[in-house]
């Protein structure tokens, strides 16, 4: 159940007779099937059954509240202390949160992340525009970032003519902006050296490249459908130094696509499929379409509507 102040003794684990807790499982499930419900009460019976505790465990969300979330819910079961529960960040709780920020924790930090003012400073000095006149108008400037991220997120170079051409935004960049992109790419890199900061794809670009794993038993990642390549390259890494991988995701339902998500990265991992089968969240007027427009694409998983 998705019920954020069940008592774990009241959720009814998925699967669990068939796949015990210390196995590596994928779940997959519509919204408010409990994907996060379920990966929780594995990582609680395995800290509770299984000698493992709370610093054992790295699980990447997307969201820092979804985090925040996850530990209260791990708190009020008794499996994460209030003391671990006031300073997240730290100690045995400090690998569990956005993908980026766990990813900065393993490395030891990669430096002070880009902001708006350090964008708008660059393409100011190359006279670019940069902020919107209009909310529909998207400038040059915000144009060429969305380029230079694409690229990194899905492992391009975005100083390669040939990279170039498989970004989707690349058409509508060059309509505003007729300068050299990898020209560009390469002044951003020695802006950012310059100011000592770094673009948010660095984080997860740093543990790549040093080969470094978080090195714990527990790795849950949450949301997994909406993986980027970048993403997936990393997960991947890092779930081969894991004893226990929970996968969650809804391949059926990919938000991120304009960054690169693809549901293959889920589909591609080899681990047992269970299948959650009843949504608590979505109402029945919204239900019923949706199944019906799925239909006339693929077919859609049988999954129960609890009220």
Request: glycine share 8%; hydrophobic share 35%; net charge negative.
């Amino acid at each position: 159940m998705t019920d954020p102040q069940l008592a774990l003794a009241d959720v009814d684990i998925a699967g669990i007779d068939k796949y015990p807790a210390d196995e590596s499982v994928k779940l997959n499930g519509p919204p408010g099937t409990g994907k996060t419900t379920n990966s929780a009460a594995r990582v609680a019976k395995l800290i509770r059954d299984h000698g493992y505790s709370i610093g054992d465990v790295v699980w990447i969300t997307y969201r820092k509240s979804l985090a925040m979330d996850t530990l209260r819910r791990l708190s009020r079961w008794g499996v994460v202390s209030d003391e671990e529960l006031s300073s997240p960040g730290d100690g045995a709780t400090r690998f569990i949160g956005t993908a980026h920020a766990v990813a900065n924790r393993c490395v030891g930090g990669v430096g002070e992340p880009v902001g708006y003012g350090d964008k708008k400073q660059f393409c100011e000095r190359r006279n670019l525009k940069f902020d919107k006149s209009t909310p529909w108008e998207t400038p040059a400037g915000q144009l060429l970032f969305d380029v230079f991220d694409y690229a990194k997120k899905n492992l391009l170079d975005p100083t390669s003519k040939a990279d170039l051409r498989k970004i989707p935004g690349i058409d509508d960049l060059r309509k505003k902006y007729q300068g050299s992109i990898p020209r560009a790419y390469q002044d951003w890199e020695d802006h950012k050296d310059e100011n000592e900061k770094v673009d948010f794809w660095e984080m997860l670009e740093a543990p790549l490249k040093t080969g470094l794993t978080p090195g714990k038993s527990i790795l849950v990642i949450d949301e997994y459908h909406d993986a980027y390549p970048q993403m997936a390259k990393l997960a991947e890494m890092w779930a081969e130094s894991a004893d226990i991988v929970i996968v969650a995701g809804d391949p059926l339902q990919v938000v991120n696509t304009y960054e690169g998500a693809d549901p293959s990265f889920y589909r591609r991992i080899d681990y047992p499929e269970i299948l959650l089968p009843r949504t608590y969240r979505v109402p029945y007027e919204h239900w019923k379409p949706a199944t019906w427009l799925l239909a006339n694409a693929h077919q859609p998983p049988r999954i129960d509507r609890q009220s």
